[in-house]
């Protein structure tokens, strides 16, 4: 499973308020991914890191930062959260030399 | 236009079936995967291509680079199969991102 791990899984915040979502490897890997899942779209990328403090938008960033100080962890915060970021969010990350990703578990988060 | 198209989006089958999903793309690729996602929520890659064939137990990916094109094949259908499929491509252009289609929710039936 690539030892991630996500966290929190469920959220349930207002809008408004901040919210971080972190997402935990223990392999080392340099390439992390933030996707957000949502009905009627595919998976989208929100922004994704090639190293520690190196990042870079995805498609959707619009609202979301992120921040990589440590190779394992790469967090991703809503500064103001909004209806419209309700989502499930998934981390991935990409092994050295090969292509395939690999996903958390996925965090649930509703904003009232 | 999205840039990966997939069908069926839903999909029924007796146990037993055999299976086909599409997966089309618009731009040039340097791979395209195949995921599965469980009704729990979890997401494993099942494939990835840039050419021909591969084969794993009951599932047959098959990728045609001039017609941009990949079929996923399910042989001998399974309620256990019962998930959604998610075709994804790798723009030449895009470094390592991925593009991803909805998806196609698979119910196969006992």
């Known amino acids: 499973d690539a030892g991630i791990t996500q966290s929190p899984r469920h959220k349930v915040t207002e809008t408004g308020t901040p919210v971080t979502l972190r997402c935990h490897q223990t392999?080392?890997?340099?390439?992390m991914y933030w996707y957000r899942q949502d009905p009627g779209h595919g998976l989208r990328l929100i922004h994704y890191?090639?190293?520690?403090?190196?990042?870079d938008k995805g498609e959707v960033s619009d609202g979301y930062s992120v921040s990589r100080s440590k190779t394992e962890d790469f967090l991703l915060t809503l500064e103001s959260a909004t209806s419209s970021q309700t989502s499930v969010y998934f981390c991935?990350?990409?092994?050295?030399?090969?292509?395939?990703?690999?996903f958390g578990p996925g965090t649930r988060l509703t904003v009232t | 236009k999205n840039e990966v198209e997939q069908s069926p989006q839903n999909l029924t089958a007796q146990e037993g079936e055999f299976i086909t999903i599409n997966c089309s793309y618009s731009?040039?690729?340097?791979?395209l995967h195949w995921l599965q996602q469980h009704p729990g929520g979890g997401i494993v890659s099942l494939f990835m291509?840039?050419?021909g064939k591969k084969k794993h137990g009951r599932l047959i990916a098959t990728i045609n680079i001039q017609e941009k094109h990949s079929s996923l094949h399910i042989t001998a259908s399974h309620p256990r199969d019962s998930a959604v499929y998610i075709c994804?491509?790798?723009?030449?252009?895009?470094?390592?991102?991925?593009?991803f289609g909805e998806g196609t929710q698979l119910t196969v039936n006992p």
């Open positions: 991935a990350i990409r092994r050295q030399g090969r292509n395939e990703q690999y």
């Open positions: 392999e080392n890997h340099r390439y």
């Open positions: 890191s090639y190293g520690v403090k190196d990042t």
């Open positions: 731009v040039g690729i340097s791979a």
């Open positions: 291509l840039s050419s």
């Open positions: 994804a491509v790798g723009a030449e252009t895009s470094g390592s991102r991925l593009t």
